[in-house]
């Protein structure tokens, strides 16, 4: 036997690939009434989401079949381009909510934030290959890429996208301590911090009240109001999934009780079709595509693919983590899509094309060779000498 080129890690595919045709399901079921009331059809919205999850199974197969150490040239004009296209976005960029986060690109939407993060961790991958101990010196390591990811944080905040900006820093945080930055020089970036964001906070009534709602959520004798009415939806569907849920396609909440049950709140259709046990078979997927990450990027043949697996492993199941958090009321209301399951183009595509690459990147460790069979040939047997006499 002998090792030809290593197979990629099913496992992650396999999960991958069940949740994106789950989401069609769930969105379809998430979606009906509000389709049909926007568009006069129950499949309206389904129809846009099924084409945009075959985009992504596009996407994902073909970044596998790219060896990921292409990449590493481009790194930094890729991220440039995503700062020029943030820095576009609010210029000209259309306004849903009042936060310009959408380019319209030909009759397509294109959010630049969700290009921009991975960007971020492609660019940060190479960086932290590339200096190695230098990352402990504070002018030479850490600065320039706390620059870096100021850039992304501060053009996506700008937007104004508080929820997506800060999980971009929190990821970049993790990467850099990954790395091998000082905890110090981490520690005091995360603190001069805080009198910025408590300015940005305060700068806005609506993300005051945000928070104040919270923080009143936090009571269980304050009642529902208008400015958590989407919260308090999304958790009476987990009510009425309980232990084995109500059933596929029977949820009450899409029945224009839950703004954004498709988006953002997807997760709550999850719980009230599917209950408690669906919700965690669906954490348990992603908490395997954790797993799995993270043992392909310690088998990873360099720094380069061992960081870039960290950085995509941590950005799909920390918005995963997310996005469940916000749903049952243990974190403030954002705007964080559930990867590979709510409703949406951007972040279904780019966070498939990221999976690809994590594939391509086990493809290239020892964790799944591919076994040749190899044909042992006897010698050929020597014909004797013909007898003299004998004809042949």
Known sequence: MQAERNHIDRVVLIVVLFLMVASTVVVYSASSTWALQKYGATSGLVDRHIIKVLVGFAAIFIAMS??????????????????????????????????????????????????????????????????????????????????????????????PNFSTGAMIFILGMVMIYTGGARFKHIFYAMLALIPVVLLYMVSAQYRMKR???????????????????????????????????????????????????????VFSIVGEEYGFIGTMIFMALFLTILLRGFKIAKNAPDDF?????????????????????????????????????????SAIVFSSFAIGVLLNISSHTDLHPRQARVVNESPPIEQSEPAVGKIY
């Open 211 to 265: 928070i104040m709602t919270f923080i009143g959520h936090g009571d269980a004798t304050a009642a529902p109001s208008k400015a958590n009415y989407q919260l308090w939806q999304g958790i009476i569907g987990f009510g009425n999934g309980g232990l084995f849920g109500v059933g596929m396609g029977a949820s009450k909440q899409r029945d224009l009780f839950l703004p954004e049950s498709y988006g953002d709140f």
């Open 305 to 345: 693919g061992k960081f870039l697996a960290i950085g995509i492993t941590s950005t799909i199941v920390v918005y995963a983590l997310g996005n469940a958090l916000v749903t049952l009321g243990l974190f403030p209301t954002t705007g964080l899509p559930m990867p590979f399951v709510s409703y949406g183009g």
């Open 66 to 159: 790219i060896d990921y150490h292409y990449y590493k040239k481009l790194t930094k004009f890729a991220l440039i381009a995503c700062l020029v296209l943030l820095f576009f976005t609010l210029a000209v960029g259309g306004e849903i909510k009042g936060a310009a986060r959408w380019l319209s690109l030909g009759g397509f939407s294109l959010q630049p934030s969700e290009a921009a993060k991975f960007a971020l961790v492609f660019h940060l991958s190479a960086l932290l290959a590339t200096k190695g101990t230098k990352l402990q010196d504070l002018k030479e390591g850490f600065l320039p890429l706390i620059l870096w990811v100021g850039s992304v944080v501060v053009l996506v905040m700008l937007q």
